[in-house]
């Protein structure tokens, strides 16, 4: 069998399939772009989840697509073993209700044998027992021996989640001789041993499974084929262990290279280390160009935990630090051909790196030690179970991920009390959620426990402004009430309302509330697990339980929100296509004024980038696209095998908010119409609000026009008082500001000359004491720095003498006193002068020998200070 690379593999199977016409599209994205219900791509099936389910139209009847997957759910074997591996490539081959078994099998078989050369012989398959249509076409069409077609049961070879679309599946697997096997004589694909390896899913979904459990044909049957690339390449190159595959190999020997250790592909504890950054920088740079950033939640949480695992084995190593961003650069090198994202943004991708690496480097060695201290206490103390609170002092000052913490502790045997632990995060997270409460709401978050065992509030709101709605709770700072009086202040809860409770980034709608005996202002509304409460103010009358209100929303203010909000999302995908893929939400706040979003972007956005996002939103805008609604049931994604991971919760419902074809995004929020409504955008500003986060600030509407008419009216100001038109504004201003230039040019010749003029007449004036001339001056209103080049030109002149010169001000006055070289031989000293100085108009100060500056409070005694220079002079002589 011929020796191909991973990279070819890759290749000859795409346009294998390609050649069988099918749309060749590139992998898509490791974040779900619709299912919010998965954390990161799993399967090359998951993103193609909505055109299985008939969601949307599949862009072409057949697909084949090579995805680029990642599973943490087996991550604490990666490294222990020579197969585990966080990060995998996956060829699928799909159709869309079009072509079915005979197909996938036929061109399965002459994938593998034709184009592969994989020996007939060597291959088994495995069907459902049930299915004798997959079976015949094994036997017969493709001709494999009956005895190498093995039947088994519901739990191998059946694929269905729940109820839906489900079907049998037929796996393919490589015999890799009697030497792997364990001799039993029914050892065959399903055995335990090392023999057979299955290498290529095929499943054909053709029923669906109904709510009674019952099967149902269904009309349009699909296929679904998944393999391994790196497993097909350890057949291809003959290695057993995916870390023997040529690039992944390539990526293991830089890390051999920086550590200076052979790898000898055994149990050694340097070989798991090895291993376990070969796999771990694979799948964190991958993250990273999908825009995944580092965090504590969700997937930025799964790929800091990654890196902070590789980076310690690297310590482990003892590799210097900064070495996975060097790393880095032979993943994009094996990887860029097929994946372009990681060459396009390979500048962004190390950066990322490097400023995790070394956020992460500055406490590893602290928590090291911490942890080090530990072990060695609880081995004395004869314990095996380190503290919570200690677990979780390692995580909130030192970074270190529970997860790591647990396994440095296992290599030791002992283990972390992980619930004390968790209930530390619990406390932590509910700190800091109060301490926002307490800060916004005055009193209102105190009822939010009485909401407990409240009935869901039924929501009218995404088509209803106003409802008919009863009164079933009303809660005072004190506990629950019966009524609310006129000026109070109260928490409503009621059977029904047309209030968007704040969530999603959007405000909470405002309005009123009318009823038999008083009227109130809605001024918040919340929701928590389906009960909307709402904070009103009595303005006249009361409310009382039971009471039937006419429930109004402030229409202006909802559909100022709406405007806001449907712009965030063609402003998001604005941002993807302007700048990138990587871009993706990192919060959001809508309000009826102005909209803010926050994205994942490494550095500030050009003028010329945030002209062209806002062109595009603007388009969007002008091209009246219809926004549409639906709803579907997570149920129906989740049981393609998605679970939802961390405290990330979903309803059972999820919508799906449209805009044209433009953007798709699930969304709880309130909408326009049409893009129409917008009718403008303009973004007010860009700034950073933290490393890797950009946000941006924008207005729509009306808000627009009142933001150009009032630039419109400081222009027409600005041009009223530079006396020209507006359109002339430019010119007139670049005119006045040369004949500023000139004008102060010219000042400064005069003031030159003047001070030169100035200087000669003072010295013919100049007092002559004991021999020596006392050259005394006033000025009005120069600064010290005027008064020193005013000191400069006298001296320029003067070839011997004292130089005592005043600046009179309102309040205070400055001296400046200079004295000549040929003096300082002599003793003078300009410092002690000007002591002397100023202190005779009630201030202080010196200097040096040759010139000093002080100041003095009393304007009005500059007289009495040039008499004490005379007298310093003449003590001196
Ligand atoms: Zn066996
Ligand atoms: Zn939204």
Not at 298 to 314: I, P, T, W
Request: aromatic share 8%.
């Amino acid at each position: 069998m011929e020796h191909i690379g991973l990279n070819q593999l890759r290749e000859m199977f795409l346009s294998f399939y390609q050649d069988k016409e099918h749309y060749r599209r590139g992998s898509f994205s490791l974040v779900p772009e619709k299912d919010k219900s998965l954390l990161l791509i799993n399967s090359g099936m998951a993103p193609l989840k909505p055109y299985f389910a008939g969601l949307e139209t599949p862009p072409a009847p057949r697909m084949t697509t090579c995805q680029k997957c990642i599973r943490t759910g087996d991550i604490d074997n990666v490294g222990h073993t020579s197969r585990h591996g966080t990060f995998f490539e996956m060829l699928g081959s799909f159709s869309f209700g079009e072509y079915f078994k005979k197909e996938s099998i036929e061109w399965g078989w002459e994938f593998m044998t034709e184009k592969l050369g994989l020996p007939p012989e060597k291959l088994w398959v495995t069907i459902y027992e049930d299915d004798d249509e997959a079976f015949e076409l094994w036997k017969d069409m493709i001709g494999i021996p009956p005895e190498r077609i093995v039947r088994l049961g519901k739990e191998d070879n059946f694929w269905e989640i729940g109820t839906g679309p489900c079907g049998p599946c037929s796996e393919i697997y490589y015999d890799r001789g009697e030497a792997f096997g364990c001799d039993k004589p029914d050892c065959r694909p399903g055995c335990d041993c090392d023999r057979f390896v299955e290498f290529w899913n095929h499943v054909f979904t053709q029923f669906n499974k109904e709510n009674d459990g019952s099967y149902t044909p269904l009309a349009k049957k699909n296929i679904d084929t998944g393999m391994g690339l790196e497993r097909l390449a350890c057949i291809m190159q003959d290695v057993d262990s995916i870390f023997a595959v040529d690039t992944i190999r390539y990526i293991l020997d830089g890390v051999v290279e920086m550590a200076g250790i052979p790898y000898q592909a055994g149990q050694a504890p340097t070989d798991i280390s090895l291993r376990i950054i070969t796999d771990h920088i694979r799948s964190v740079v991958f993250m990273i160009a999908d825009g995944i950033l580092p965090s504590n939640e969700g997937r930025g949480y799964v790929q800091r935990r990654l890196l902070r695992r590789a980076a310690r084995h690297g310590r482990l190593l003892g590799i210097e630090k900064g070495f996975l961003t060097k790393l880095a650069q032979r993943v994009i090198e094996t990887s860029g051909e097929a994946y372009p994202e990681l060459k396009n943004k390979q500048d962004y991708i190390k950066q990322i790196l490097s400023i995790e690496e070394t956020k992460f480097s500055d406490t590893i060695d602290q928590g090291n030690g911490l942890l080090n201290d530990a072990i060695r206490r609880m081995k004395a103390e004869n314990k095996t179970v380190l503290s919570g609170e200690e677990a979780f002092r390692l995580y909130d000052t030192y970074g270190f991920p529970i997860e790591l913490t647990d396994e440095i502790l296992r290599e030791e045997g002992f283990t972390a009390d992980e619930a004390r632990f968790r209930e530390l995060m619990q406390i932590q997270r509910e700190t800091a959620r109060a301490a926002r409460k307490t800060e916004t709401d005055d009193g209102w978050a105190e009822n939010q426990p009485l909401l407990d065992g409240q009935p869901e509030t039924e929501f009218l709101g995404y088509s209803d402004l106003t409802s008919d709605s009863r009164i079933i709770q009303i809660f005072k700072a004190e506990g629950a009430v019966d009524r609310v009086g006129e000026g109070e202040t109260a928490t409503l809860l009621m059977d029904r309302t047309p209030f968007y409770a704040e969530g999603g980034g959007q405000t909470a709608d405002r309005g009123r509330l009318t009823g038999p005996a008083g009227q109130a202002d809605v001024l918040a509304v919340s929701k928590t697990h389906g009960v909307f409460s709402h904070k009103i103010k009595v303005g006249q009358g009361e409310l009382r339980i039971g009471d039937n209100l006419i429930a109004e929303v402030d229409r202006s203010l909802r559909h100022s929100t709406a405007r806001n909000h449907t712009a965030t999302h063609l402003l998001h995908k604005a941002l993807k296509e302007v700048l990138g893929e990587h871009v993706s939400q990192a919060g959001s706040a809508v309000g009826p004024d102005s909209l803010r979003f926050d994205f994942s972007h490494f550095e500030a956005v050009s003028k010329k980038d945030l002209k062209k996002i806002a062109g595009r939103v603007n388009e969007a805008i002008i091209a009246f696209l219809e926004v549409t609604v639906t709803e579907t049931d997570i149920d129906s994604a989740k049981k393609a095998g998605a679970v939802a991971q961390f405290d990330e919760k979903y309803s059972d419902q999820v919508r799906v908010v449209a805009i044209g074809d433009y953007s798709r995004e699930l969304c709880g929020g309130t909408h326009v119409q049409n893009s129409g409504q917008i009718g403008s955008f303009k973004i007010l500003s860009e700034s950073g609000v933290a490393a890797g986060v950009r946000r941006i600030e924008a207005i729509t509407g009306q808000r627009v026009l009142e933001e150009l008419n009032k630039r419109e009216e400081t222009v027409r100001q600005a041009a009223e008082i530079v006396k020209a038109n507006p359109d002339q504004l430019l010119t007139r201003l670049s005119a006045m500001n040369d004949e500023i230039k000139t004008q102060r040019r010219e000042l400064d010749e005069m003031r030159n000359q003047s001070l030169a003029d100035d200087a000669a007449g003072l010295l013919r004036d100049a007092k002559t004491i004991n021999g020596i001339p006392l050259i005394t001056k006033v000025y009005d209103g120069l600064d010290a720095n005027e008064l020193r080049l005013a000191a400069d030109k006298i001296r320029e002149l003067a070839t011997s003498g004292v130089l005592v010169l005043a600046s009179r001000h309102p309040d205070k006055v400055n001296f400046l006193v200079a004295v000549t070289d040929d003096l300082l031989e002599k003793g003078y000293h300009a410092g002690k002068i000007v002591k002397q100085v100023a202190a005779a108009a009630g201030g202080g100060g010196g200097g040096k020998a040759d010139l000093a500056q002080a100041g003095g409070k009393d304007p009005t005694k500059i007289d009495e200070a040039f008499t004490a220079a005379s007298e310093a002079i003449s003590s001196l002589a």
